[in-house]
Every structure is written in C-alpha cells, then in structure tokens.
C-alpha cells in the first residue's frame, strides 16, 4: 500500500516558521507563517511521519521490531501478520487474508491510501507470486549495473 501525501501527515514536536511562499504573500511580505503541520521539503518531515505512523501501528495492536525498526509484527488468535515500511509503502504479509484486508480497512481510516495489489517488485528485487509459490529476482537489477558499468557484453 502506498501513503499519499505521507509527509502532509505527520505532527511537529517543535515550533517550526516558514517564510511566506511566492504567490501567497500577505501584507509587506515581511511576515513568517506558523506551520501546524509538516511540509514536504521541511527537515522534520521524514521523522514526523514516522513518528505519527508508528504511533498508529503500535495503537492497532503492532509491535516495532527490535532487529529492524522498519518491520513491525502482531500475533492474533488466527494468525501474525507482518508489516515493513519504506518511507510511504506498506508491504503487509501474513497467511490470513481476512487479518490483511482488516488491516487495509484501518488503516484506510487513517491515511489516504491506494492499494497497489500484489507485490511485484520492491527496492530492486522483483517478486512473482503463484501457486506454486514465491520467487524473488534481482536480475533486472543486475542487468542495470552493468549498463552502467559498460559490460552489457558480459551477459
């Protein structure tokens, strides 16, 4: 799943002021705006975001990782359900898809959120799913290397 406008969410801990944007000048233009909210661009964004995300998660019932702070799990009675976050994507894996579609419905409430279906492809690997199971790739991936390192020759 992917967060739109992710950084738009996040709460800031500290006063932050901005100078007023072109085209949204008020009086002189001397004046400094007060944000209540991050903005894309804003050094505390990334953080605010994560800290708002995170406080969401551990509130429906989620435990960040020790090992990995991005990866965040929650045991039920039917089944876990695994959770990592890249910045504004969700990849959300579990073995029940009755917990995963719950889960897309909170957080729906939460954030707006468009359901990108099955993985396919993430941070360079390429995934396929099926019956059979899965397999992840990186051979695209190794492919642009060697472009970029003049050896396409090499394959």
Known sequence: MDVKSAFLNGDLCETVFVKQPPGFIVGNGDKVLKLNKA??????????????????????????????????????????????????????????VHDIEEFKSKMKEKFSMSDLGLLSYYLGIEVKQGDDGIVISQGSYAVKILENAGMMTCL
């Open 39 to 96: 903005l894309y661009g804003l050094r505390q964004a990334p953080r605010a975001w994560d800290a708002k995300l995170d406080r969401e998660l551990l509130n429906i019932g989620f435990v960040r990782s020790k090992m990995d702070p991005a990866v965040y799990k929650r045991k039920s009675k039917t089944s876990p359900l695994v959770v990592g976050v890249y910045v504004d994507d969700l990849i959300i894996s579990g073995p029940n």
